[in-house]
């Protein structure tokens, strides 16, 4: 069975940094691509960043290019997501996603097979 739990979201000010964590259980970690999205009151869940199965290879949403960093451990079979230079508008709830039978990175919600339950992200002004 299939597990993410996301871990590290709270309350931090703006322009400050915040790390998120996505611990995954079960075989998904290995040779599937990973991603983090988001999603604030009233708008749609959007992408954030993905990670390739080795991590070699990363896609990020302009939003966020140059502020967030994704990175995976196999060792600890976690993902994460370094998040700097936040804004009133990065607040959200941030999801892990696992693919499957994919390890490429990928933007698209579709694409992604299993889901955490979400972080909260708040950034004060």
């Known amino acids: 069975q299939v597990r993410l739990v996301e871990s590290g979201g709270g309350l931090v000010q703006a322009g400050g940094s915040l790390s998120l964590s996505c611990s995954a259980s079960g075989r998904v970690f290995v040779t599937n691509g990973m991603g983090w999205f988001r999603q604030a009151p009233g708008k749609e869940r959007e992408f954030v960043a993905s990670?390739?199965?080795?991590?070699?290879?990363?896609l990020y949403a302009d939003s966020v290019k140059g502020r967030f960093t994704i990175d995976r451990d196999h060792a600890k079979s976690t993902v994460y997501l370094q998040m700097s230079s936040l804004t009133p508008e990065d607040a959200a709830v941030y999801y892990c996603?696992?693919?499957w039978g994919s390890g490429e990175p990928s933007s698209r919600t579709d694409d992604y097979m299993y889901w955490g339950e979400g972080a909260q992200v708040t950034v004060s002004s």
């Open positions: 996603a696992a693919r």
């Open positions: 990670v390739s199965w080795n991590g070699r290879s990363t």
